[in-house]
């Protein structure tokens, strides 16, 4: 164990390398929400499209073999259509996901406070479901109302995520590079 402790406390400055490029991507993603999230859905758009073209690819290959060829086919050309609307228009992609977003936490309420007045006979306590389907309601609600907001609101909780990350990697580096100044004390040398 003091081996592999020793052999990472010698790449520290590794850990906190990794802080900082975190840290900065943080900062990024809070001061340019936009173009995060464009970029975020242009590397989703670059994947879909590769994927969708690899899967008409196949079923082509396989039309002599497979009866079905052509349901690959179909699939890999909707996706690939996907990848380039992706591509093309990541705003408006990003915008239909929030709204996407907004419709299930308002589907999920509702269903929430369903779940609640049935339970009610059975649990107690069941007014927490009600509140947190309410919740959700109001928060697809707001979504759907300001997509925009929500878009900027998801490049500042990946950035927030990001940041704190960026902390704890840094704390990690600094006890990583004490471990090896004490590791690599005289004192200590002199008893190994």
Known sequence: ??????????????????????????????MWPGLTI???????????????SLLVAVGVGN???????????????????FGLVALLAPIATAMALVVLVAAWAIVSGIAEIMAAFRLRAFIENEWLLAVSGVLSILFGVILGLAP?????????????????????????ALRLRKFKSHFNSPATISHR
Do not use: K, Y
């Open 148 to 172: 925009r907001a929500g878009i900027v609101a998801m490049a500042w909780i990946i950035g927030g995520f990001a940041i704190l990350s960026s902390l704890l990697l840094a704390a990690m």
């Open 63 to 81: 039309r002599d073999d497979d009866p079905r060829w052509w349901s690959l086919v179909l699939q890999g050309a909707l996706g690939a259509i």
């Open 38 to 52: 464009a970029i975020l859905v242009a590397i989703f758009g670059v994947f879909v499209l590769l994927d969708g």
């Open 1 to 30: 164990m003091a081996l592999t402790m020793n052999r990472l406390s010698d790449h520290w400055w590794l850990v906190a390398l990794r802080a900082a490029c975190a840290f900065l991507f943080g900062l990024a993603a809070i």
